[in-house]
């Protein structure tokens, strides 16, 4: 009998992770290297809100909580909804968790049987596969292309839902690529799941704030009314309040779905820290003029990367509208040699000899599902980037 369960060998560990690691180590190891592979953003948590957990310390505010979080926290979420999406929901619609990645694997392990489908457009977060096949369930990629800025599109979501589909997921702007879809694109693939109505829609909504020079985010269910009992609209504090290690993220939808979640919680990690559900509440409810300063500095960074990229030989870089990420293509870069001799034929040789020969560590672009790229992070200094782009740039000229 196998020790290890057979769902367990379907899924792989988190290749983000593991390039921060392998980055770390040789860092270590006194070499001098770059690193561009964390998804978070540089900035420390704000003063406010490290404040509200620490209050939250000293007045013993220690103790579980209610499963699913706080009825304060859940107001202030309600509120966040209002405000920012235009979106009626109740406490009872709302679910809060150790970061909006447990949010959706709760969502998927409460509702997926084997043989359910999960629609994800590629390039995706790596987490959104592996968390399906977790769940039991069968994740089905569809392709954005490097010439629709790695959106899909209306005629490749409604030819990917089968009968057996259960979840489109959506993430706009997104990780990997940090594009973001208008208005007018998202209307287009609502319309589509308007023809299907066994289709639930998971929207992660991770980095609706971090969106860039006038870009309008907007969110399935605030687009299309009519998918509001079918939408799970999530995020999390995590990456606009630099507050990646609190662990807090956040999902409104039906109340049915709330309460199969609330029950996978419960079996499992129980509430999420208490001291960060009070910071949580200081993050929605307090000062926001922070996040249009970080993002200025952000926008700096990512037309700093997007320029020097584009001029590297073999590397092609859109410009995204949000997150800090962008993915350049490196069609250009296969079947060369590197300096020191390294056959480059797929993405991941060339983010492995780039990290061997020049120290910048990179995520290529197989574990996003989309191929030949690669990506980078540029919530680090303008210095860093500069630095690790130069290097890019002389790891490209040195291809032959
Ligand atoms: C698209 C996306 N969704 C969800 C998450 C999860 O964030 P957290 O669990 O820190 O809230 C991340 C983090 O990298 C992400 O990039």
């Known amino acids: 009998?196998?020790?290890?369960?057979?769902?367990?060998?379907?899924?792989?560990?988190?290749?983000?992770?593991?390039?921060?690691?392998?980055?770390?180590?040789?860092?270590?190891?006194?070499?001098?290297?770059?690193?561009?592979?964390?998804?978070?953003?540089?900035?420390?948590?704000?003063?406010?809100?490290?404040?509200a957990g620490i209050?939250?310390?000293?007045?013993?505010?220690?103790?579980?909580?209610?499963?699913?979080?706080?009825?304060?926290?859940?107001?202030?979420?309600?509120?966040?909804?209002?405000?920012?999406?235009?979106?009626?929901?109740?406490?009872?619609?709302?679910?809060?968790?150790?970061?909006?990645?447990?949010v959706l694997f709760n969502a998927l392990v409460a509702t997926l049987n084997p043989g359910d489908e999960v629609i994800i457009p590629a390039p995706y977060w790596v987490s959104y596969p592996d968390m399906v096949l977790l769940a039991g369930g069968t994740p089905v990629a569809i392709e954005g292309k490097l010439e629709n800025a790695f959106k899909i599109t209306?005629?490749?979501?409604?030819?990917?839902?089968?009968?057996?589909?259960?979840w489109f997921i959506f993430n706009s702007p997104s990780n990997p690529t940090g594009a973001g879809y208008s208005k007018a694109e998202l209307k287009a693939l609502t319309d589509v799941l308007m023809k299907h109505p066994h289709v639930w829609v998971m929207s992660d909504d991770m980095y609706e704030h971090l969106a860039f020079?006038?870009?309008?985010?907007?969110?399935?269910?605030?687009?299309?009314?009519?998918?509001?009992?079918?939408?799970?609209?999530?995020?999390?504090?995590?990456?606009?309040?630099?507050?990646?290690?609190?662990?807090?993220?956040?999902?409104?939808?039906?109340?049915?779905?709330?309460?199969?979640?609330?029950?996978?919680?419960?079996?499992?990690?129980?509430?999420?820290?208490?001291?960060?559900?009070y910071a949580a509440i200081e993050a929605l409810n307090g000062p926001q003029e922070f996040i249009a300063e970080n993002n200025e500095a952000f926008v700096r960074r990512r037309n700093l990367?997007?320029?020097?990229?584009?001029?590297?030989?073999?590397?092609?870089?859109?410009?995204?509208?949000?997150?800090?990420?962008?993915?350049?293509?490196?069609?250009g870069c296969l079947g060369k040699t590197s300096a020191s001799g390294a056959k480059i034929e797929n993405d991941e040789e060339?983010?492995?000899?780039?990290?061997?020969?020049?120290?910048?560590?990179?995520?290529?672009?197989?574990?996003?599902?989309?191929?030949?790229?690669?990506?980078?992070?540029?919530?680090?200094?303008d210095e860093a980037l500069k630095e690790a782009c130069t290097r890019i740039q002389a790891f490209c000229k040195g291809l032959t």
């Open 154 to 166: 209306a005629d490749q979501l409604d030819a990917a839902i089968t009968p057996k589909t259960k």
């Open 55 to 102: 209050r939250a310390i000293e007045e013993g505010k220690t103790k579980y909580t209610a499963v699913d979080g706080l009825p304060e926290l859940k107001a202030a979420i309600c509120e966040k909804f209002k405000r920012d999406n235009n979106l009626d929901y109740t406490p009872a619609q709302v679910s809060v968790s150790g970061g909006g990645k447990q």
């Open 213 to 277: 020079d006038g870009f309008e985010f907007c969110t399935p269910a605030e687009i299309e009314p009519g998918l509001y009992d079918r939408t799970l609209t999530v995020n999390g504090v995590s990456k606009a309040y630099a507050m990646t290690g609190w662990r807090i993220g956040y999902a409104a939808g039906p109340v049915e779905l709330i309460a199969a979640m609330r029950k996978v919680q419960s079996q499992s990690t129980s509430n999420p820290c208490s001291i960060s559900q």
């Open 1 to 51: 009998m196998p020790f290890l369960s057979e769902t367990l060998s379907r899924v792989k560990p988190s290749p983000t992770i593991a390039v921060t690691n392998k980055a770390r180590e040789l860092k270590d190891a006194g070499k001098d290297v770059i690193g561009l592979g964390a998804g978070e953003p540089d900035f420390d948590t704000p003063a406010n809100i490290k404040a």
């Open 350 to 381: 060339f983010a492995t000899a780039l990290l061997e020969e020049n120290g910048v560590a990179v995520v290529f672009g197989a574990a996003f599902g989309l191929s030949p790229n690669f990506r980078v992070s540029y919530a680090t200094s």
């Open 305 to 331: 990367v997007v320029e020097m990229l584009n001029a590297a030989e073999g590397i092609t870089c859109p410009t995204p509208e949000g997150a800090f990420y962008v993915y350049p293509d490196i069609s």
